[in-house]
C-alpha cells in the first residue's frame, strides 16, 4: 500500500476533479533543504522559499495525501496547487492565515504578517 493509497468497492474516483489548480515556480535561497509535505497551505510554507504567494493563498500542493515535495538549497522547480476545499479554515502553520481563508479581513492580516515576517515573495509578472 502506498501513502494515501484508498481502496473501495465503488466506481473509479478522481481525486481533485473540478478544482481549480495553477502551477507556479518556487526557488528555494535558503542553505537548507525544505520540504512541503501535501495538505500544508502552500502560502505559508518556509520564509527561504520564492515565488508568488499571492497565487498560493488558500491552496496547497497537488499530490496525494502523505507525500511531500523536497527542494534542496538553489532548486527551482514547477508545483501544482489545488484550492482547499471544506471548511477552508486554516490555523497554526507559520502562523500567518488563522482563520477562514475567504474572510476578507482575515486575508488582509494575513499579507500583513507575510510581509512583517520577510517571506520570499516574487509576484507573477
Known sequence: MKPGEYYHDGPELEINAGRTTVQLKVTN????????GSHFHFFEVNRALVFDREQAYGR??????GTAIRFEPGDVKEVQLVD???????????GLVMGQLDDPTVRKAAFQRLKDG????????
Do not use: W
Open 118 to 125: 520577510s517571506f520570499g515573495n516574487e509576484p507573477s509578472k
Open 84 to 94: 482547499f476545499s471544506g471548511e477552508r479554515k486554516v490555523y497554526g502553520l507559520n
Open 60 to 65: 496547497r500542493l497537488d499530490l496525494l495525501s
Open 29 to 36: 535561497t535558503g542553505d537548507r533543504p525544505v520540504q512541503v
